[in-house]
């Protein structure tokens, strides 16, 4: 029996696939398939093997070394797994291999390497027990939890990004390091001129590669739009079940940047780049619950704009807003977004069809697509993570009846409770949350803190081009 056989890890549905996916590259005459998982921070990470061993690969598994989950964004090992054993990195000592599982359901031929396959997968270790730092587990286990109470989850994604022209991707030996030297761009556009189709035409060049990408993919891109800033674009996509849209925005925001650099362009999902006149990024994530009794959207009232599952819901995303951003918004660079008066939010409000506000409310009495947008993550977030802080939130929010209280007709006033000004204080604040310790499990909450904590002493270590210049010549 194989390893996945022995565990039971697939279903019937994935087992069929996997027969399919053989075949697949025999008539294909694919020559090779990736294998890749998202990590701690959603980037995908994995091995490409020869077509001839993936169908044994998909049955035994495919070893990677365990250090992948245990890193920062700088690809720094954050835990010591040569001395002492740390608790919070228990099965790794010694960078032992854990084994990738493909999920055969998520196959794809990649259109811009187009013999080569693509499986996203599962993290498992050699006993067949989930690796508990696998974000897809992680989400998979609250959408369970979901289930067990009637409903399943449904989101969409609206991402905001840059494209930019890459001038010099600073390849000299002296440019490596952890991280490297970032590479030097230029505009496609201008910008500051939302939604303008003069704009729209002067990234259509680049965008028409990634449509393209996409529409081969099967990934269900709704929109393609110019936002505000010069080189900012945003797409859209109808909505998901489950993990349908966290898988999706893995794919696709990977997808992106390779197709952008085979092209000589550079995207970017970073929040706020460091370029003169360029403006933030938003991830914002739609949602709303299915019945599945009756399946009808749980948000939906007849004679009210929202429901009472809806309402409760909604005070949930409120009562834990502070925990949440430490998903939601998981870089330094990403608390530069929250500004007064700049369409993201600033504090943790709602509103009716308010873009001020951290969760706006679409649609209204009767109206089958009545939702929440929560506008408070960056495009850099982990799609996993973001789905389960929702989740963790808004079942907390059914659980206590929890109020959501008035609207805020003036979202950026001083009477609403402020989001968290830094990386910092969001993981304050989601380390004392005792929902987000007893939803994910407190060892998985320290394990998440350990990992972003690394990444703020290392940035408060750091000299700045401030200080620098604030302090140099004056002391």
Not at 205 to 219: C, E
Not at 337 to 349: Q, V
Not at 364 to 389: F, I, K, W
């Amino acid at each position: 029996m194989s390893f996945v056989e022995r565990h039971g890890l697939w279903t019937a549905e994935q087992a069929s696939a996997a027969l399919d996916i053989a075949r697949r590259i025999e008539a294909e005459k694919l020559e090779l398939v990736r294998f890749s998982f998202a990590d701690q921070h959603g980037l995908l990470r994995g091995k490409t093997v020869v077509a001839a061993e993936a169908d044994a690969m998909m049955r035994e598994g495919c070893g990677v070394a365990s250090t992948l989950l245990l890193k920062d964004t700088a690809h720094r090992t954050v835990f010591s797994v040569f001395g002492a054993e740390d608790p919070l990195a228990a099965g790794m000592r010694g960078a032992a291999d854990v084994l990738m599982v493909a999920d055969p359901l998520t196959f794809k031929v990649l259109p811009w390497s187009p013999t080569t396959g693509w499986l996203l997968c599962d993290v498992y270790f050699a006993d067949g027990q989930p690796v508990p730092y696998s974000t897809r587990h992680v989400a998979r286990r609250a959408l369970d939890r979901l289930a067990s109470q009637g409903y399943d989850f449904v989101s969409g994604l609206e991402v905001e990004f840059h494209i930019f022209r890459l001038e010099n991707p600073h390849l000299a030996p002296n440019d490596a390091g952890q991280p490297g030297t970032p590479p030097d761009v230029s505009l496609l556009n201008k910008g500051y001129q939302y939604l303008t189709e003069q704009r729209f035409d002067e990234l259509e060049p680049a965008l028409d590669i990634i449509r393209s990408t996409v529409a081969k993919l099967g990934l269900p891109l709704r929109t393609l739009e110019v936002e505000y800033g010069p080189s900012q674009c945003e797409m859209t996509f109808r909505p998901g079940i489950g993990l349908e849209s966290a898988d999706w925005m893995v794919l696709f925001r990977s997808a992106v940047k390779q197709v952008c650099h085979r092209a000589g362009y550079h995207a970017t999902f970073m929040c706020r780049p460091r370029l003169d006149n360029v403006v933030s990024s938003g991830w914002h994530l739609h949602q709303s619950l299915k019945d599945r009794r009756g399946g009808v959207n749980a948000f939906t009232n007849e004679s009210q704009p929202l429901s009472s599952i809806g309402k409760t819901w909604l005070g949930g995303l409120l009562a834990h807003a502070a925990a949440v951003t430490a998903f939601t918004t998981p870089t330094i660079n990403g608390y530069k977004r929250y500004a007064p008066f700049s369409l993201a939010p600033e504090r943790a409000t709602w509103g009716w069809d308010n873009r001020g506000v951290m969760v706006r409310v679409v649609g209204g009495p009767g109206n089958p697509a009545t939702h929440l947008e929560n506008r408070v993550g960056e495009p850099a977030a982990n799609p996993y993570l973001y789905l389960v802080s929702q989740i963790v939130s808004g079942l907390d929010g059914l659980a206590r009846q929890i109020d959501p209280g008035p609207p805020a007709d003036t979202p950026y006033a001083d009477n609403w409770p402020p989001l968290p000004a830094s990386l910092g204080a969001a993981l304050s604040a989601l380390k004392a949350d005792d929902v987000f310790r007893d939803g994910l499990g407190s060892t998985f909450v320290d394990y998440y803190s350990r990992i972003k904590e690394a990444e703020l002493v290392r940035f408060n270590q750091t000299v700045s081009d401030w200080e620098q210049r604030e302090y140099f010549e004056m002391f």
